[in-house]
């Protein structure tokens, strides 16, 4: 996958989230569940979390320094419980302004960031043989349509009554 297919991908799967989540209203985002325990708003602040980690990593990988990748499904776990209860009583508001900022901070480091690293399997060893867009890939734009499709679930539970 080259920069700009990551790019346009990235973009196609923001643009499929904001239209899951369009029109709901306040008491429809912050009404539980949608998914597990967790609320339209919740699922928001934890792609906003997860999505602000990546872009720290790829500056982190700009200077030379190994991201935390291959995390075990336990670590993700983890991190997950511990994200929700830092981000669940942060307002709405707050919680959409981050999501829209953090997804144009990583816009912005693609951008930044040459080609070559990030499509060469060769040019970091953390991930194994992998290019790293395949690992930005997995922790945006899949992470993006993973809940996307789970609002739009939830949705039509809720159209249907």
Known sequence: MTKEELVEGLER???????AIHGLTEEQMTRPPVSGPWTVKDLLAHIAVWTSRLVTDLYK???????DVGLTQ???????????VEQKDRPLERVLEDLH?????????LEAMPEKSLIDPKKHRSLKGQPLTRWVTEDSLEHYREHADEIRLWRQRIDAG
């Open 101 to 109: 900022n953090v997804h144009l901070a990583l816009l912005n480091r």
């Open 13 to 19: 799967e923001w643009e499929a989230l904001q239209a």
């Open 74 to 84: 336990a670590q993700v776990d983890k991190l997950n419980a511990q994200f929700y």
């Open 61 to 67: 990988i700009d200077r030379g320094v190994t991201p």
